[in-house]
């Protein structure tokens, strides 16, 4: 078998340079295998070739990641890897962001296979765990010889593009992420012996635990809402003729505002509905009945509040994943803010 | 059962039953396995091919004054081409007897039991309608690639209706034309041939629920609970021909919906709506019935409307908790139609059945981001703790070019799965597979499922 060429990030620690008293040394490189590595090597029964290893002081990561990654990206992509080993960095704080920064950016930005092993706590874990394979560990290097012969032989699987079980079966960190596979039974089936697990009172394992949703706690009142900026927003679809931004009719990737400052209605043929998930018939015929700026402005002139906010906020709410809805919350949220709005009224589908 | 209203000597009116009481009819489905499609000058099959006179049925489609132009083309499993935008998929069936037709409702009235006596399966093959896309709802359908592991209708030998609206035609009057093209389509190849012989045939006793309970006193009563969107176009389904946004959940015999009682007007989305094909042959009812009178006594379909509003969805929510208990339920599963609000439908019965005591699993699909790394439910109840899920339909996919396009590429623009930008020059397609006709169906046909990491 061809040898799989590897490329090892440590610390100063592991690095054998020296302890916190060189945790700010920056990032440099050797050739070949350091402390650790060698034991990869010798685990790997020589399959592994580690072609570089590189080394930084925690503190000069932990402190300047974005110039911690900067530098060491160009030293992995010369050597053409055929993958990255970070660690391991149990309980360890600073290496363990670095390591899943580090790991995040090559797999983000070189496509390699990458992996780091660090105790579930770990800082590291949160930041990167969705993207990249995490195996669990203890808090201390004192089970390193049980985590090496584990790492090498998930990281071979991960080069091999090998299928990866579930985290229990594999030791690594749960990513909460989930994946399509094929099942060798239809769906259907699998419902009916669900049901009658259940009904036999067998143990049955559901396929999807309910996810857990976020609580928004709802903004204080407005004091005084004569004298309050007050947005309309949609989640609708409704934008001008032609739909200029392109949003997508289903998981829209952004969200975009439309001025509204001069207008007092929506005209119909002027709009158009680019969401995928209504009957967009009679909204095409009146977009004011998904944004209602014709009742707004009705509002406006009898004083129930200051002013329209100049703008419409708007994007398509089909489908869209959370995380996606969750970022264009919070930027419209943010520009309102900025802008001086006080309220917002949010009309859904 | 003949019933005659008598009037008393009193005046009052008095029901009163002749005759002795009637069993329910047998129900049998004689299928012709189809593995050659081609056109000819007749409409007929030989050994087993079916040859599709194409002058004759664009006539019969011609006849609705809405459509201006048909075209009529094949695509055969592993051939290179790309069906898109398509509204709906159906299996040709049709009854044997006179005055009887599959899709009750809709060549005529229903006045004949459905779901008894005997029907005809062109079994292989399928009629999808495409052409001029009405909105934004309608699919793509791969004959081979990667896309066509997604969808078991690449594996069908499929006529495609290429279907032109009249200028100027409504967006409700355009879809109300291509669903009905598509079931006189069906409804025309199946009639066609009724006269052949059938290869194979499969019998359903249909029983009453005083038979169901004498028969199997011990075994758990379970009920399956089909949703079905009824929302506005391309989010309707037609319960034996009449739209079902006015209607109250309808307990059906299982054998009803293999003739077309649920006919689909459904586009949203494509991976996860069933079309006519998957109420025709749903799975979950074959996988009931497999385990009915050995492990469970399965009573029926109860089959409910999702609306949008909430106070429809609570109202339809008590009426099927109503329809189960009256039956006597144990168990029931609940499948989803289309994805977003209907998980609100969902929950709602989940929740009132497992507080019931009715054991409930729910059957769905997820929208959980392209990184899987999102919620992929809209709405959750604690009560939901036995679920099985069809995929992940935000999945990315990279669909190779194909040497023909039956219809219209440039809809991956606009369909859903679809984005601006999806077709690439060099005729490949990126796009998720929402986009693929049934991908992540609801009723479970397909074997795609999620797992954690």
């Known amino acids: 078998m061809k040898q799989i060429r590897v490329i090892h990030y440590i610390n100063q620690f592991f690095g054998k340079i020296g302890g916190e008293d060189m945790a700010s040394i920056p990032p440099r490189f050797e050739e070949g295998p350091v402390g650790i590595g060698e034991m990869i090597v010798s685990c790997s029964e020589g399959d592994f070739q580690i072609v570089r290893t590189i080394i930084c002081g925690d503190n000069f990561a932990a402190e300047n990641l974005e110039e911690f990654t900067k530098t060491i990206l160009p030293w992995i992509e010369e050597v053409d890897p055929d993958l990255l080993i970070a660690g391991p960095a149990f309980a360890a704080g600073r290496y363990g962001t670095a390591c899943g920064i580090l790991c995040q950016e090559v797999h983000t930005k070189l496509g390699i296979p990458v992996l780091s092993a660090m105790h579930p706590l770990n800082p590291g874990v949160d930041l990167a765990k969705k993207d990249i394979f995490i195996l669990e560990t203890g808090d201390s290097a004192r089970e390193i010889a049980r985590v090496v012969p584990r790492m090498v032989s998930f990281a071979r699987k991960l080069v091999l593009r090998a299928e990866i079980g579930s985290p229990e079966e594999e030791g690594y960190i749960p990513r909460g992420i989930r994946i399509n596979v094929r099942d060798q039974r239809r769906g259907s089936r699998r419902a009916v012996e669900m049901l009658i697990n259940k009904l036999e009172g067998t143990p049955f394992e559901t396929e999807l635990p309910m996810p857990v949703f976020d609580r928004v706690p709802p903004a204080p009142a407005i004091s005084v809402l004569s004298e309050a900026v007050i947005a309309i927003a949609t989640e609708g679809g409704i934008v001008p003729q032609g739909n200029p931004d392109r949003i997508e009719a289903h998981n829209a990737s952004k969200w975009c505002r439309y001025p509204i400052s001069d207008i007092s209605r929506l005209e119909k043929g002027r709009y158009e509905v680019a969401h995928g998930g209504y009957d967009p018939v009679p909204a095409t015929d009146d977009p004011n009945r998904v944004l209602p700026l014709d009742a707004a402005r009705v509002c406006e002139q009898d004083g129930l509040f200051s002013r329209l906010y100049d703008y419409y906020p708007v994007t398509v709410g089909n489908v869209t994943a959370v995380r996606s809805a969750e970022k264009y919350g919070r930027e419209i949220g943010e520009m309102l803010k900025k802008d001086g709005v006080q309220g917002v009224i949010l009309t859904s589908t | ?453």
């Open chain 2, 1 to 453: 059962m003949r019933i005659e209203m008598e009037r008393t000597h009193s005046g009052t009116a008095l029901w009163q039953v002749q005759g002795s009481k009637q069993k329910l009819k047998e129900f049998v489905l004689r299928r012709i396995r189809v593995m050659e499609l081609d056109f000819s000058d007749r409409t007929h099959v030989r050994g087993h091919s079916l040859y599709v006179n194409r002058e004759e049925l664009s006539e019969i489609i011609l006849e609705d004054k809405s459509i201006a132009r048909v075209d009529l083309a094949i695509a055969r499993p592993g051939e290179s081409k790309r069906i898109i935008p398509v509204k709906d998929v159906i299996e040709p069936r049709c009854k044997y007897s006179e005055g009887e037709d599959a899709f009750p409702g809709f060549f005529g009235d229903a006045n004949f039991p459905s779901g008894q006596g005997e029907t005809l399966v062109l079994d292989g093959i399928t009629v999808v309608t495409s052409g001029r896309m009405v909105n934004f709802q309608e699919g793509l359908i791969d004959m081979s690639g990667p896309g066509a592991e997604y969808s078991l209708f690449s594996g069908k030998l499929n006529l495609v209706l290429l279907i032109e609206p009249v200028e100027g035609l409504g967006k409700h009057e355009h879809e109300r034309s291509v669903r009905l093209a598509g079931l006189k389509a069906a409804h025309y190849l199946a009639s066609s041939v009724r006269e052949n012989k059938w290869d194979e045939e499969q019998r359903f006793l249909v029983k009453s629920l005083v038979d169901l309970y004498q028969e199997f006193p011990n075994l758990p009563k379970v009920v399956y609970v089909c949703q079905a969107i009824a929302q506005g176009l391309l989010h309707d389904n037609y319960f034996y021909g009449l739209n079902a946004q006015g209607c109250l959940p309808v307990l059906m015999n299982p054998t009803e919906l293999m003739d077309g009682a649920v006919v689909s007007g459904n586009c949203a989305a494509p991976c996860h709506k069933h079309t006519t094909y998957h109420h025709q042959n749903n799975p979950i009812v074959e996988d009931l019935l497999r385990e009915h009178g050995k492990r469970i006594n399965f009573l029926g379909v109860i089959v409910p409307p999702v609306r949008t509003a909430l106070a429809e969805k609570e109202r339809i929510g008590y009426q099927v908790l109503k329809l189960a208990q009256m039956l006597g339920s144990d168990g029931a599963i609940i499948s989803e139609d289309g994805g977003g609000n209907p998980e609100a439908d969902l929950m709602i019965v989940a929740r009132h059945f497992e507080k019931n005591g009715i054991r409930t699993v729910i059957i769905t699909d997820e929208y959980a981001g392209s990184d899987g790394a999102s919620p992929g439910l809209a709405d959750v109840t604690p009560e939901a703790d036995a679920v099985v899920t069809n995929g992940n339909g935000n999945q990315k996919v990279k669909l190779p070019p194909m040497d023909e396009t039956l219809g219209y590429i440039e809809a991956i623009d606009h369909i859903t799965g679809g984005h601006e930008g999806s077709l690439l020059p060099d005729g490949s397609i990126e796009m998720e597979i929402a986009g693929i006709m049934g991908s992540t169906n609801e009723l479970g046909i397909e074997n795609l499922r999620t797992v954690a990491i």
